[in-house]
């Protein structure tokens, strides 16, 4: 059985919920990346030497570790419930870009506000650098409920926890309708629902 290492509200929510959509059985371990501990006491270094989450280990000991590749690997270890287009649609492609935005525009882009020792004037300039590149999303989700339009996939689920940072952190989210949107529609399904309640326990 697959086993996804994760810390409550990091990156890893969002293979977390990848896994829940394919309906996979996997294993789930909480790391204290502070401590670099995992919730059973061992050195979270020996799994991943990153000593980030998420990291997936697979049922054959090999592992994964970041999370735009492993929530592709999801995808085509769970094909049948169509996480990515097939590869000989441009949508695959336009779900890569996605994903690739998403990884180094926005989650890169909220690092120093997790970072209590970076510069409040900086900051501020690095919260007002996200909130356009949140507009320009919004502008994207325009008469969509997903990115590539009806069919949800991976880079939905990354967008998603990406947004929960950006609530958290208070950005300005209330005027974009279509996020709004988006969010709601996230929160709605079951999956999603079954991720989050699992990172409270």
């Not at 020996?46 to 049922?59: E, R, Y």
């Not at 690095?126 to 991976?154: M, P």
Request: proline share 5%.
């Amino acid at each position: 059985m697959m086993k996804l290492f994760y810390t409550p509200g990091a990156c890893s929510l969002s293979p977390h919920m990848v896994l829940c959509e394919a309906g996979i059985h996997f294993d789930l371990e909480k790391v204290d990346l502070a401590a670099k501990k995992t919730e059973h006491g061992d050195d979270y270094l020996k799994v991943n030497p990153k000593g980030q989450v998420p990291a997936l280990l697979l049922d054959n000991g090999n592992l994964l570790t970041e999370g735009a590749v492993i929530v592709q690997y999801i995808a085509n270890h769970a094909s049948s419930k169509h996480l990515m287009p097939p590869q000989d649609d441009f949508k695959y492609y336009e779900a890569l870009e996605w994903l690739n935005y998403i990884a180094t525009e926005l989650h890169k882009g909220f690092s120093p506000l997790f970072n209590p020792k970076f510069p409040e004037d900086l900051k501020q300039a690095t919260r007002k650098q996200l909130e356009k590149k949140l507009a320009y999303l919004d502008s994207q989700l325009n008469h969509k409920d997903f990115l590539l339009g009806e069919q949800i996939n991976v880079a939905d689920f990354y967008l998603y926890t990406i947004l929960t940072w950006a609530k958290k952190m208070n950005l300005e989210l209330a005027s974009l309708a279509n996020l709004t949107h988006f969010i709601q529609t996230m929160e709605e399904r079951p999956t999603v629902k079954a991720a989050l309640a699992a990172e409270k326990k």
